[in-house]
């Protein structure tokens, strides 16, 4: 006869198979499958321990197990994640979301809100899944928002998110930032943009390294290659009161203060939850700012 398996059978057994294979938090991995493929709250499993699961649920998780044990995401196995709140479609179109990303984003809707400037423009540069657009599309419904992209089918999944979460504030367009700049000035423009250089993609966990975009994580470069042209173009893209606010990696931050100071920006970091600068915010700098009388 087959074995039986129940809730608490494969909660034990998934832990220890995880765990092997070197997978992060692997009881928390095996709850949330189990509870995707039964469709219930995770928190929902602990009432149920002896429930066993039918042939047809096994069959399904089994293969999300193996899926999880090869070290792909699993936001991507279950195919979507939350976001500021919000739900995101993910799939290896593009990147996904970060929480260092989050900060980002909150910081957005922070200085804006207190600025209590309307109409504001902004543009999101390398959208993804659109996570940090259509987040503050829903903050800031009077807002206009530009989400960019080179790749279709990113451009693809973030409308569909944008669908989701019911915003009709964000257009996108497809864009190849390095070589086009769209024809209009924001007030806001951000970016997490790849900065993984070529020499650290080796180093990558599994899970980014084999499963997400290439095209989202590096630069094929130094790792500085956006930053080089968001200083390029930057001040012909901003109006004259806008700022910038761009995600960035560990020790980058003198290159791209040195950087966005040539081109006559004064920029200032915040830590992320590791205490890693993280994000690079700029605006003109007095000096640019004194017209020459
Ligand atoms: N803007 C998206 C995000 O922050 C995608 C970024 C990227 O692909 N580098 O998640």
New binding site residues.
């Given amino acids: 006869m087959e074995k039986v398996w129940t809730i608490i059978d494969l909660i034990t057994w998934g832990k220890a198979y995880f765990e092997e294979k070197g997978v992060d938090s692997p009881r928390l991995t095996m709850e949330i499958l189990i509870a995707h493929v039964l469709q219930k709250a995770r928190i929902q499993l602990y009432t149920q321990f002896d429930r066993p699961l039918s042939d047809t649920e096994l069959t399904t998780l089994r293969a999300m197990i193996k899926r999880r044990a090869a070290r792909e995401p699993l936001q991507y196995i279950l195919g979507e994640t939350e ?1 500021y709140g919000l739900p995101f479609a993910v799939s290896p179109a ?5 929480p260092e ?1 989050e900060l ?1 984003t909150e910081y957005v809707l922070k200085r804006v809100k207190q600025e209590s400037v309307s109409e504001v423009s902004i543009l ?10 259509i987040s503050l599309a829903k903050h800031l419904p009077e807002s206009s928002i530009y989400a960019l ?1 080179v790749s279709d089918s ?1 451009l693809e999944l973030a409308k569909s998110n944008a669908e989701r979460n019911g915003v009709q504030n964000v257009q996108f367009g497809k864009i190849n930032i390095l070589e086009t700049i769209p024809k209009r000035r924001f007030s806001i423009i ?6 993984i250089s070529t020499k650290d993609m080796s180093e990558l966990e599994p899970e980014v390294g084999d499963h997400e ?1 290439r ?3 590096t630069d094929n470069d130094d790792g500085m290659r956006f930053y080089r042209r968001f200083a390029e173009i930057f001040p012909g893209m901003l109006e004259e009161d806008g700022w910038f606010a761009v ?1 960035m990696g560990f020790g980058q931050s003198e290159k791209i203060k040195a950087l966005f100071a040539a081109a006559g920006f004064e920029t200032s970091f915040i830590n992320d939850f590791a205490g890693i600068l993280r994000i690079c915010i700029g605006s003109r700098s007095i000096k640019a700012n004194v017209k020459t009388l």
Avoid: K, V
């Fill in positions: 976001f593009a990147l996904i979301p970060r990303t980002l999101d540069i390398g959208t993804g899944t659109g996570c940090i657009a992209d990113a951000l970016s997490n943009p790849p900065y975009p095209i989202a994580l995600e």
